[in-house]
C-alpha cells in the first residue's frame, strides 16, 4: 500500500493565481480531510469528508474548495490564492470506525507571493 | 468539539520517562483519545489510542482516569529521537464528526 500521497511536494505561486493540491489514498477509507500548518503552529482542519459526494467545512475553510467523486482521491483547490494561504497542507484518512485513527500524507507546502 | 489544552514545551533528558498531560474536560461519551507524534516536515503519525483506563503498546502507554476529563502520554525512556511534537486529539466516537487537534507539546529530549 502508498497510503496517503500527496501532489505536489513543492509549489510557489503569485497572488490570485488558483491551483488544486492531490491526495490520494489506496486504503478504501471512507474519511478524508485537509489540514494546513503554519510555521510553528498547529493543524487546522479545512475540509472534511465522510464519503463519495459528501464534504463539508471544517475551522478555517475560506478559500479553498473540495470534492470528493471518488472513495480515493480528495483534491483540494485555492480559488486564488492570497500570501496568507502560505503553509504546509496535510492530507489525512482513516476508516469511520470508533476511533478513527487518521494516516497522514507527507504534505504539501505552498508559499504564496 | 471536546477542546484539548496541553503544555506548550517540555525538556528532558535521555533516559528518562516523559509524561504528557493533556486535559480535555468536555469529552463526549463516545470519544476517543488518540496521540500523534510529528517531526519537522512531515505528517502527524498515529501513537497511541484509548477510551478509559490504560492502554499500552510497544512505543507509549496511555492513562485515562475514569473521568476521562485527562489523559496522560508516557514514553519510557526516551532517546533523542523522540524529540518532537505530541498531539493529543478528542474524538472518533460518533463516526463522521470533524477531527480538529489542538496545539501539541514541543519535546525537546537533551543528551
Known amino acids: 500500500n502508498a497510503g496517503v500521497t500527496q501532489t505536489p511536494k513543492f509549489q510557489v505561486l503569485k497572488t490570485g493565481q488558483s491551483m488544486t493540491l492531490q491526495c490520494a489514498q489506496d486504503?478504501?477509507?471512507?474519511?478524508m480531510s485537509w489540514y494546513r500548518q503554519d510555521p510553528g503552529m498547529g493543524l487546522r482542519l479545512i475540509h472534511y469528508s465522510v464519503g463519495a459526494g459528501i464534504t463539508d467545512q471544517g475551522e478555517v475553510p475560506n478559500g479553498y474548495n473540495v470534492s470528493r467523486s471518488t472513495t480515493e482521491d480528495f483534491p483540494l483547490r485555492l480559488l486564488s490564492a492570497a500570501p496568507s494561504q502560505t503553509s504546509v497542507y496535510f492530507c489525512?484518512?482513516?476508516?469511520?470506525?470508533?476511533?478513527?485513527?487518521?494516516?497522514f500524507g507527507p504534505g504539501t507546502r505552498l508559499l504564496v507571493l | 468539539l471536546a477542546k484539548t489544552t496541553q503544555p506548550i514545551s517540555m525538556d528532558s533528558y535521555e533516559g528518562q520517562e516523559v509524561n504528557i498531560t493533556c486535559s480535555h474536560n468536555?469529552?463526549?461519551?463516545?470519544?476517543?483519545i488518540t496521540w500523534y507524534q510529528q517531526f519537522p516536515s512531515q505528517g502527524p503519525r498515529f501513537i497511541i489510542q484509548g477510551y478509559k483506563t490504560k492502554v499500552t503498546n510497544e512505543v507509549a502507554s496511555l492513562f485515562i482516569p475514569a473521568d476521562r476529563k485527562s489523559s496522560t502520554l508516557s514514553l519510557p525512556r526516551v532517546s533523542l529521537s523522540d524529540t518532537a511534537v505530541y498531539y493529543c486529539l478528542v474524538g472518533g466516537g460518533n463516526a463522521g464528526n470533524m477531527l480538529t487537534f489542538g496545539g501539541g507539546t514541543r519535546l525537546m529530549v537533551k543528551p
Open positions: 468536555n469529552i463526549a461519551t463516545n470519544d476517543y
Open positions: 486504503m478504501n477509507h471512507e474519511y
Open positions: 489525512a484518512s482513516s476508516y469511520l470506525d470508533r476511533g478513527q485513527t487518521q494516516y
